[in-house]
């Protein structure tokens, strides 16, 4: 394929345009790199690597899926502190990584994808990009989106909100120029970001208000340093560290059968849950807010050991009136009160189910993704492909995500099936492959199917994994490692193809 250079129309022409340089985006990279395929650009909209873990720097932001299995197959890390580690040192690791894979040179920060449409005789995309210096275009034989689902802050709508006063952030924005000592702060939301922030929160708060819509399962967390030894165990004894997370790994997946088949077993959850309750709340009144009444599992189980005695707390107010309006100073719930505050801190998540990067990809038909997905909930064969957006390769797609275990193994199942299929593009002078509409919908139908009595599904709860449709287009149905067997190769197959135009082999020809 081409090498990089400027068109006389004032595009670079790169094979591969990679979108984000988070852990996706990075493993992308890598591994396209390794594969011999080192004509691509990383567009990062952030100034540094790290994707949500860059952004994500809020009081308490650390992993709740354990860091031997929370970190790259290929650069295994016997440093790590603890089981589950702080967002301070995921990212530092993610930095070595990328520092160390020498491809950074094709890193380019401060700059977001604005446009991105095909062009059929081309066989590219055209590509926006918008940076400190201005509009830049390039065309582009792939596009691997690795823009993460938990990347844009989902504000809440109420009434009201744009007139506060005072502080307000969200928890993926975080202002630490705000100093909270003694302040009165709420909290609206209580997933996984504010079971992790609100016990940070009511240790330097004058008085902090915690909004509940749902009360989430909240299980133990298991967590411990890495003793020395331990550490150098890893690093000096052969194989070691790869059965440590072997071993996670095995444990993580035991769980699937029971949120994918037998959600009842998902009742050992709950008995959990109820304990860690009960151990640090005594007050009946609060016990009952904080327990869900729909199965275990249906929402993301979250772990702590902090959160239920951060809410029994005499700093902290636990509130589950719905809100129904905040004014310049206060938040006033559906009873009528009127909670006066300082700061307010935004812990509604993120657009999941509406990626905003679909609306600026443009296919072969002149929709965009962001339309046809809002028409007929997120679709991708193999999580990965789009009917009607050809080379477009999706990381972390619709029916990836995961309840039970580290989405690293997801993305580099991705990675793989991305270069397999570069590979094969280039193998056998493919200029276009797009999955065929047939494949795509059986493997939806597959999916919809095998998801009908999970837990998702049945538990009895709303959640983000669910769209407007009520359909789980998030999480993938079932163990990982079938998952990656479906994505082992790359099934040219099940696409419509193009070969190079003959332009374009004139082209290569004369470069
Ligand atoms: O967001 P969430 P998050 N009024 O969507 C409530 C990952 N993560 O940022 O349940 C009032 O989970 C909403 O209530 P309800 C992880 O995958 C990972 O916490 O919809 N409340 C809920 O309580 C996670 O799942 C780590 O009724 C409103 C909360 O806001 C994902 O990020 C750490 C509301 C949103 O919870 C997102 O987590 C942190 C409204 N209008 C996050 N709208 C790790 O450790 C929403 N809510 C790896």
């Not at 790199?33 to 952004?55: N, Y």
């Not at 079932?478 to 099934?491: I, Y």
Request: with cysteine; net charge negative.
């Amino acid at each position: 394929m081409s090498s990089r250079s400027d068109s006389p129309t004032g595009s670079t022409q790169v094979d591969h345009l990679i979108i984000g340089a988070g852990f996706a985006g990075l493993a992308a990279a890598i591994k396209l790199d390794e594969a011999g395929e080192r004509d691509f650009v990383v567009i990062e909209k952030d100034s540094d690597v790290g994707g949500t873990w860059h952004i994500n720097t809020y009081p308490g932001a650390e992993c709740d899926v354990p860091s031997q299995l929370y970190s790259y197959s290929f650069a295994l890390n016997p440093d790590w502190s603890k089981v589950y580690s702080p967002q301070a040192e995921i990212l530092e690791y993610i930095r070595k990584v990328a520092r160390e894979s020498g491809t950074l040179d094709r890193f380019v920060f401060d700059t977001a994808v604005v446009d991105a449409r095909w062009d059929e005789q081309a066989q590219r995309w055209v590509v926006q990009v918008e940076g400190p210096e201005g509009t830049r275009e390039y065309a582009t034989r792939t596009i691997v989106s690795a823009a993460g689902g938990l990347s844009e802050p989902r504000m809440p709508e109420v009434e009201g909100i744009e007139s506060f006063q005072g502080e307000i952030f969200h928890s993926a924005r975080w202002n630490h120029d705000v100093d909270l000592t003694g302040k009165r702060i709420a909290v609206i939301g209580t997933g996984a970001s504010a079971v992790q922030l609100v016990p940070e929160l009511q240790e330097v708060a004058g008085h902090l208000d915690v909004y509940q819509r749902t009360p989430n399962w909240i299980i133990p967390r298991n967590e411990r340093s890495f003793t020395s030894l331990e550490k150098t165990a890893f690093r000096r004894v052969p194989g070691l560290q790869r059965a440590a997370r072997s071993a996670v790994y095995s444990t993580l997946e035991g769980r699937v059968p029971a949120f994918a088949k037998f959600p009842d077993l998902l009742k050992v959850v709950e008995a959990q849950g109820r304990k860690n309750i009960n151990a640090a709340i005594k007050d009946p009144e609060l016990r009952a807010k904080v327990t869900p009444d729909y199965r275990a599992g249906c929402k993301r189980i979250l772990i702590s050991n902090k959160w239920y005695p951060a809410l029994a707390a005499d700093n902290v107010d636990l509130v589950t009136d719905p809100i129904v309006k905040i004014t310049g100073d206060a938040v006033v719930t559906a009873d009528g009160v009127e909670r006066p505050i300082d700061v307010l801190v935004i812990a509604t998540g993120f657009y999941v189910t509406e990626p905003p990067i679909a609306e600026h990809v443009t296919g072969r038909d002149g929709r965009t993704l962001a339309d046809l997905w809002d028409e007929q909930g997120m679709a991708a064969y193999k999580g990965t492909t789009i009917n009607g957006f050809p080379n477009l390769f999706q990381l972390v797609g619709p029916n990836t995500a995961l309840g039970h275990s580290s989405i690293i193994f997801i993305i580099e199942s991705q990675v793989k099936y991305v270069v397999e299929a570069a590979k094969a593009m280039r193998r056998e002078g493919l200029g276009a492959v797009e999955p065929t509409q047939a494949a795509q919908d059986a493997w939806t139908a597959d999916i919809r199917r095998r998801m009908k009595p999970t837990v998702w599904q049945t538990g009895g709860c709303a959640s983000w994994y669910l769209d407007k449709f009520g359909n789980n287009t998030t999480l993938w149905p079932g163990q990982t490692f079938a998952f990656r067997q479906h994505l082992s190769k790359f099934d040219v197959d099940k696409y419509d193809v193009q070969a190079v135009r003959p332009t374009e082999t004139k082209e290569k020809a004369s470069a």
